[in-house]
Each structure stands twice: as C-alpha cells, then as structure tokens.
C-alpha cells in the first residue's frame, strides 16, 4: 500500500528519496511522511543530497553553520543523528554510520545491514 503526501495529495514513490523541506518543516523519505525540526532538516538536507556517499560530522557541520565559533559539540550531531534515525524507521531507507568516515542515507532497513567484519574475531 503507498501512501499519499498530507499536503500536496500525490502518490509516495516507494524506492525515491522524495524531498526535505526546509521552509515548511517537513520530509517525505520513500513513503514516509514526517516533520522535522529546522536542525534535522538541514542534517537529513545534507544526507539526502549526498546520496549515496557518506558526508563526514565536520561536512554536516560546514553544512548548518556559517561560523566555527557557532559549531556544537560532535555529540550534539549525534543526537540529532539519533532522532532522525527514529523518524525514517519504515521508509525503506536508514542512516549507515561507517567509523571514520562519516554518514549516509542508505535503501533498506537498519536491521538488514551486512554484519561488519571485526578484526578481533579473526
């Protein structure tokens, strides 16, 4: 069953990252309709526009800030990170985190990512 868009009434595509809108406070992420707030759009902006390379915090932050002295704590990302995380569960996409790299927005479901290979279990 797709689902149709609260606001303009056209057909969710499934497999699309559809759209964030900054200036109305909304995202429409495969056929999941949600709010966000002014900070998680701009991250889920950031995301979505780099699909699918990963963008790294320092990028995301580039991204939301003119100013250094403006910039959070990275923990701060990460909790907005989080959040987001929860609001897209069921849109067939999710937000891959490779240490070191950075993030992305991937297709699928967060349980459906391959298991990382780890060097302690060699």
Same mark, same amino acid.
């Given at each position: ?54 963008? !790294? ?24 990170? !989080? ?40």
């Amino acid at each position: 069953m797709t689902e149709s868009c609260p606001l303009c009434g056209s057909e969710l595509q499934k497999d699309n990252l559809n759209k964030v809108d900054l200036d109305s406070g909304y995202a429409i992420i495969g056929e999941k309709f949600f709010y966000v707030t002014p900070t998680e759009g701009k991250i889920l902006y950031a995301l979505v526009n780099a699909h699918p390379r990963f963008i !790294s915090t320092l990028f995301i932050l580039e991204s939301m800030y003119t100013i250094e002295a403006d910039w959070p704590q990275s923990k701060t990302i990460e909790v907005y990170l !989080s959040r987001i995380r929860k609001k897209i569960v069921g849109s067939g996409y999710f937000i891959q985190n490779n240490f070191g790299i950075g993030y992305r927005i991937a297709k699928g479901e967060r349980d459906e990512q391959p298991p990382r290979s780890d060097w302690r279990n060699r």
